[in-house]
């Protein structure tokens, strides 16, 4: 990966997020440390590469923020057997002011949302996808867009008087687990409007004439 071209650096954010790079063939995470976004005016202007990325697929990847600042936190949400999400958001003293931060059918990045027995404040899932919730392992896929190759849920109801975002899992799982009624101040939802879109540049290797090689039988 040769550099990071920025098609939407995103808005409203308080402190750079964290970058991940993946792979949509494979449905693997190849990169989570190498990134560095720069986030000066509250929207990414450049992305710096601490890191070498190497030795990656002949295959369009795609990056993704985990871990935003920009996002609405959940205070507490309701699932159903359906597959509905209903989450009650934070909500400032007296209320949003228009334009409302989310509309029926508008594209959201969902993040943080903790499932009964689940720990941790990470972007990506830490819970176990299978087992007895009896022996403290986390049951089903979860709720969060990571949980699902990074895709984008579509609001189907909002209602702006008390701040309720709904939307659903449906068709995307069957078995979604368990939220926890009460989440710990880490999950929220980011409207696509403010997510950025990241392109990543990549070169093909070359070697050099008497470059030393090495062969792995």
């Known amino acids: 990966m040769s550099d990071v071209e920025i098609i939407n650096g995103g808005s409203d954010y308080t402190t750079p997020p964290n970058l991940i790079v993946y792979n949509p063939t494979s449905n693997t995470i190849v990169d989570t440390v190498s990134l560095d976004p720069q986030v000066p005016s509250q929207t990414i202007s450049s992305v710096d590469i601490i890191a070498p ?5 002949s295959v369009e990847y795609k990056i993704f ?10 205070n507490s949400m ?11 958001m934070e909500t400032p003293f007296n209320g949003f002011l228009d334009p409302q931060p989310f509309q029926v059918g508008d594209e959201i990045y969902v993040e943080g949302i903790q499932r009964v027995g689940e720990a941790g404040i990470s972007g990506l ?3 176990t996808s299978n087992g007895d919730a009896s022996s403290g392992e986390v049951l089903g896929e979860g709720f969060n867009s990571a949980d699902h190759n990074f895709q984008f849920f579509k609001v189907e109801s909002y209602t702006s008087t008390t701040t309720i975002v709904k939307y659903s899992v449906a068709g995307v799982t069957t078995n979604p687990g368990i939220a926890k009624s009460f989440q710990s101040g880490y999950a929220s939802i980011i409207n696509r409007k403010n997510y950025p879109e990241l392109l990543p540049i990549t070169t093909r290797g070359t070697f050099q004439q008497n470059e030393a090689v090495t062969f792995k039988w």
Request: proline fraction near 0%.
């Open 65 to 74: 923020a985990i871990n935003n600042s920009n996002g609405i936190g959940i």
């Open 78 to 88: 309701q699932t159903s057997s359906g597959g509905l999400v209903t989450c009650f």
């Open 125 to 127: 899932s830490t819970g």
């Open 53 to 57: 990325i190497n030795g990656l697929d």
